[in-house]
């Protein structure tokens, strides 16, 4: 199983990039995916969740209504699009897959890629 991140980088405060994670080795339909950020000396925590059976999404309260998570399970690619972002939102970001709903928890997941810097300057 691997998973492909990629469409990180440097952007100004207020701007947006759009990340890609593109799944193989799995049934990418039928597995959850989510989307996960880890800064210096913190925990890596949830971003955004994407169930595979009626694509319903999930956000972290700290990017709702800046982010949106979708799919396509034609190209086995799951998308994280960042719009109106901060400082704060500079983190080493994750993508991860797990058979089942979406949960928030990394150890619920079993399978990762392996994360796409994304830096924001004020």
């Known amino acids: 199983v691997q998973l492909q991140a990629s469409g990180g980088g440097l952007v100004q405060a207020g701007g947006s990039l759009r990340l890609s994670c593109v799944v193989s080795?799995?049934?990418?339909?039928?597995?959850?995916m989510g989307w996960f950020r880890q800064a210096p000396a913190k925990e890596r925590e949830f971003v955004a969740g994407?169930?595979?059976?009626?694509?319903?999404?999930y956000y972290a309260d700290s990017v709702k209504g800046r982010f949106t998570i979708s799919r396509d399970n034609a190209k086995n690619t799951v998308y994280l699009q960042m719009d109106s972002l901060k400082p704060e939102d500079t983190a080493v970001y994750y993508c991860?897959?797990?058979?089942?709903?979406?949960?928030?928890?990394?150890?619920?997941?079993?399978?990762w890629g392996q994360g796409t810097q994304v830096t924001v300057s004020s």
């Open positions: 991860a897959a797990r058979g089942g709903g979406i949960e928030r928890l990394p150890r619920n997941y079993a399978y």
């Open positions: 080795g799995l049934t990418f339909s039928r597995y959850g």
């Open positions: 994407i169930n595979w059976s009626d694509r319903s999404t």
